[in-house]
């Protein structure tokens, strides 16, 4: 993880003269700024504080800082720190769809599902304001592919935080936008699989592969419902059709799940599976 050292030249400077720390911070920021170093520079300007009048410009500065830290920690897989860049640019600036949509992504990757909740629910309160405040930029279909969807990744959240009765809860809002989504049946047969009901678990699942669902927890759950059943072969032809879309490539030639499909399936997460 980065920390925002400070470069070579702002320790000679530092040890050659009485400049302030905070000087001697914003002489490292904007050296490693123009070195390309955004996600450095970030933690740097972290260490000064906001409270400060010294230097105005760095208001200005932040978020478009922060927003590039973010992106470039991402890419360099340090997802902790793209979620801290991110959630201060989400606190501190108007609210952005764009940016929440990207939030979501870290805060996911990140399972921490608690602020990922709090997000995907700022979210949907948005999108329903601005369908009712535009309704003409919302055709039908949009509309419901759009809400239903995101209610569903709402109770994927609650899911994940052991909330089963509002998990249901979120769900059943989605049936109501749109019962025959993809997404909603597969939520439902996710939850008909934490029931123990895995017939109707693998008809749901299925259903919702063929449909298209987005998630991968509905192809994973949906091989280890067949195997559950008592049907390996049911558990193959799932990854033989669906198993692209997913990452799962090679079906035929293994007959065991895939590390990560299984960990996923039994939300178990061991560190090989990465």
Not at 35 to 56: G, K, M
Request: charged content about 25%; hydrophobic content about 40%.
């Amino acid at each position: 993880m980065k920390t925002g050292n400070p470069s070579l030249e702002s320790m000679r400077i530092s040890q050659n003269s009485q400049f302030p720390a905070e000087i001697l911070n914003v002489i490292s920021m904007l050296e490693l700024m123009e070195e390309n170093d955004p996600h450095e520079a970030a933690h740097v300007l972290l260490r000064i504080d906001r409270r400060s009048t010294q230097f105005p410009e760095l208001a200005t500065l932040r978020p478009t800082l922060l927003t590039m830290a973010g992106q470039q920690a991402m890419q360099q897989g340090e997802m902790a720190c793209a979620s801290q860049f991110w959630q201060l640019v989400q606190r501190e600036q108007p609210f952005n769809p764009q940016h929440a949509v990207n939030l979501i992504k870290v805060l996911d990757l990140n399972e921490d599902y608690q602020e990922l909740q709090q997000l995907i629910t700022r979210l949907l309160k948005w999108l329903e304001e601005q369908i009712e405040q535009h309704p003409q930029d919302w055709t039908e279909e949009r509309r419901k592919t759009t809400l239903a969807y995101g209610y569903c990744r709402l109770a994927d959240t609650w899911m994940a935080m052991g909330r089963m009765r509002t998990a249901i809860g979120a769900v059943q809002t989605a049936e109501r936008i749109w019962a025959d989504s993809p997404e909603v049946k597969g939520r439902r047969g996710l939850i008909a699989e934490i029931e123990k009901r895995y017939e109707d678990a693998a008809q749901l699942l299925t259903q919702a592969l063929e449909g298209g669902s987005r998630s991968l927890d509905v192809y994973a759950t949906s091989i280890e419902v067949w195997k559950k059943l008592g049907n390996p072969e049911a558990a193959l032809e799932v990854r033989r059709r669906f198993g692209k879309k997913f990452g799962d490539l090679s079906p035929e030639a293994e007959v065991e799940v895939l590390p990560w499909v299984d960990a996923l399936s039994t939300r178990s997460y061991p560190s090989s599976v990465v």
